[in-house]
Every structure is written in structure tokens, then in C-alpha cells.
């Protein structure tokens, strides 16, 4: 005899209290190619992104290099006219620069050749100037040495008193008119403050109606000597 066992009963509804209850159930069905090529591709746009990025820096830096040379060559061109203008002027002024070196060159040899030379006319107004008021000068006679030998024959007797060092050249007689002899003493006095002058002497005098007339003698020293292109210039 056959027994029919009777199914068990599945009971379909939930238990109290797992009615909140979720499974959550994950699974990746992409072939293992679809992943790989997605992966590849993200890797690839990062090393992308990086070489234009790399390339950015080396445009900027390239950028700044090439106008750092342009601003240095600009520079460089400036530089390089300044010179040459300093150039074209300094050969501009060369030929001053020449004809000053020629000028006082030739002032130095005419100085040389002068330096014997006495200014008559420079000491002749000297000695004029130096009358005070009242005096005149008349007249003016001098004469100078030719030689050493004859300033020791015909001078040093004479010069024996005067200051050492004083070389004299040679000796001026004037003729003055005055009013009275402290006017004459004045005028010797002035005389020998003349540059070229030393021992101014009265050699005589004579009386005129309203004047006073004398005889002055005085020496010429070196001091004169030296014409207007001598550096040795009298007062």
C-alpha cells in the first residue's frame, strides 16, 4: 500500500521583524577586457594631461627665455651705439685735443726762447705808474748786459750790497721833475716795490724855477726778464 506523504507547507511571509531587511547583492558582469581597456584608457588620459602639461611649462619657459634674450640684445644694441657715438665724438674732438697739444707746445718753446726777453714797454709803464702825485718822469735811459764778464766788471762794485741771490741785469737812469723831495723819497720807495726793480738811488738833483728836478738811478734784475709767453710775468 502506498503512502502519499503530503508536501512540507513553505510559509512565504516574513518573520515579524524582517520586514526591514534588504540583501544587497553586488556582481561585476563586465568581461575582464571591458575592465582592462577602461583602465588603460584612464591611464592614458592621465599621461596625456601630464605631457600637455610638461609641454605648458616648457612653452612658458621657452616664452620667458626667448624675451629675455630679445630685452638682453636690445640692450646690447644700445650699448653698442652709446659707443659708437662716444666714438664719432671723441674723434670729433681729437683734432681740438691735437691743436691744443700743438698750441701749448709752441707756447713752451716760445716761452724757452722768450725766457731772455725783457718787456720794455711793461716796465717802462711800471715805472711811470709808480710816480706818486706831483712827480713826472722825463726821461728814461737803460742798459743792459751782454755778458757774465761784464756784469763782473761793471756791476757787482756796485752791487755789493745788495740782497743775496739778487742777479742783476743791468741799470736805469730817470730824469723826474717833482715839487719837493718827499715827493722824490716817495717815488724811490714805490720804485723799488716795481717787479724787476731793486735799489732805487737819487744821483743828483737841480732846482728850476717852481720844480724840483732829480736824477734817478736804479737796477734791473732777472725778475724782468721773460717776455708774454714766459709763465715769470711782472707786476
Do not use: C
Amino acid at each position: 500500500m502506498t503512502t502519499l506523504a503530503t508536501p512540507p507547507v513553505v510559509n512565504d511571509r516574513p518573520s515579524p521583524g524582517d520586514e526591514g531587511r534588504h540583501v544587497l547583492v553586488f556582481a561585476n558582469l563586465l568581461p575582464d577586457e571591458v575592465v582592462s581597456a577602461r583602465q588603460n584608457g584612464h591611464s592614458r588620459r592621465i599621461v596625456v594631461f601630464a605631457l600637455v602639461g610638461v609641454l605648458i611649462v616648457l612653452a612658458i619657459g621657452y616664452g620667458l627665455s626667448a624675451l629675455q634674450t630679445s630685452v638682453a640684445r636690445s640692450d646690447l644694441r644700445k650699448a653698442q651705439a652709446q659707443q659708437l657715438d662716444l666714438m664719432n665724438q671723441q674723434n670729433s674732438y681729437s683734432k681740438l685735443q691735437k691743436t691744443q697739444d700743438q698750441t701749448a707746445q709752441l707756447n713752451q718753446d716760445l716761452a724757452t726762447l722768450m725766457a731772455g726777453d725783457l718787456q720794455w714797454a711793461t716796465l717802462t709803464r711800471s715805472i711811470r705808474a709808480a710816480a706818486p702825485s706831483g712827480v713826472s718822469v722825463v726821461s728814461i735811459n737803460a742798459t743792459l748786459q751782454t755778458s757774465s764778464a761784464t756784469s763782473t766788471s761793471s756791476v757787482s762794485a756796485n752791487t755789493a750790497l745788495l740782497p743775496a741771490g739778487v742777479n742783476v741785469i743791468g741799470s736805469m737812469t730817470l730824469s723826474v721833475s717833482a715839487q719837493s723831495i718827499s715827493q722824490i723819497s716817495q717815488y724811490l720807495l714805490n720804485l723799488d716795490k716795481v717787479h724787476g726793480l731793486v735799489d732805487a738811488a737819487p744821483a743828483g738833483y737841480s732846482s728850476a724855477t717852481k720844480s724840483l728836478n732829480a736824477t734817478v738811478n736804479v737796477y734791473v734784475t732777472s725778475d724782468a726778464l721773460g717776455g708774454r709767453y714766459s709763465s715769470k710775468k711782472g707786476n
